[in-house]
């Protein structure tokens, strides 16, 4: 079973910034998507960022647009998401996921890294 592990949470004050990094243990199946999910407390996990393999091709929530960034480096098999401006309602729940058709829902998962942001 493919596995993605994240890395790089933490807490940060309002206005902070944080590198989140994705990596994966077995190489060995195809994704077209790379994402990035969170989910709070008492609401729904939504979609944060994504990109697509090939091309490069990003999405970002609307809540995410001009503050996040999403890369991956195809050299390590390491997907990066680059946050700046955090505001407290950015604390979640962060998770990488990958998708070999891009589908909702994704097909493999991490197990998740915190972000908090304190006012």
């Known amino acids: 079973q493919a596995q993605l592990v994240e890395s790089g949470g933490g807490s940060v004050q309002a206005g902070g910034s944080l590198r989140l990094s994705c990596t994966r243990s077995e190489s060995t199946y195809y994704r077209a998507c790379m994402a990035w999910f969170r989910q709070a407390p008492g609401k729904e996990r939504e979609a944060v960022a994504i990109i697509a393999t090939v091309g490069s091709k990003t999405y970002y929530a609307d809540s995410a647009k001009g503050r996040f960034t999403i890369s991956l480096d195809n050299t390590t098999d390491t997907l990066n998401l680059e946050m700046s401006g955090l505001k407290p309602e950015d604390t979640a729940m962060y998770y990488c996921?990958?998708?070999?058709?891009?589908?909702?829902?994704?097909?493999?998962w991490g197990q998740g890294t915190q972000v908090t942001v304190s006012s």
């Open positions: 996921a990958a998708d070999p058709n891009c589908l909702v829902p994704y097909q493999f």
